[in-house]
């Protein structure tokens, strides 16, 4: 199983940023998809997760109102909209996703590599 994020890069303050991320492999079943974070010297947080069904979502508090995450089961793929960056969001970003593989193995997580997100003027 593998996850691979795209859409990292350089934005100014204020500006708006696209990330997607691709399951691929052998996965029976995908649940529950977000994105974590790792900004430079903190530990890692959660920023956004979404349920199977994309009903239910949930957001990091500083990041409420300003991100949204959806996801397309049929690709297999999660994304994260984020709109009005600071140099504060500046860090790597990883996806991740609980899945299960086959009937014989539990639920397990699985993350990206992460990409970078710069926010600088």
């Known amino acids: 199983v593998q996850l691979v994020e795209s859409g990292g890069g350089l934005v100014q303050p204020g500006g708006s940023l696209s990330l997607s991320c691709v399951a691929s492999?052998?996965?029976?079943?995908?649940?529950?998809m977000g994105w974590d974070r790792q900004l430079p010297g903190k530990q890692r947080e959660v920023v956004a997760m979404?349920?199977?069904?994309?009903?239910?979502?949930y957001y990091g508090d500083v990041v409420k109102g300003r991100f949204t995450i959806s996801r397309d089961n049929a690709k297999k793929m999660v994304f994260l909209q984020m709109n009005n960056l600071s140099p504060e969001d500046a860090g790597v970003y990883f996806c991740?996703?609980?899945?299960?593989?086959?009937?014989?193995?539990?639920?397990?997580?699985?993350w990206g590599q992460g990409t970078q997100v710069t926010v600088s003027s």
């Open positions: 991740h996703a609980q899945l299960r593989e086959s009937w014989y193995k539990g639920v397990q997580d699985y």
């Open positions: 492999g052998s996965i029976l079943d995908l649940n529950t």
């Open positions: 979404v349920t199977r069904e994309g009903d239910t979502t």
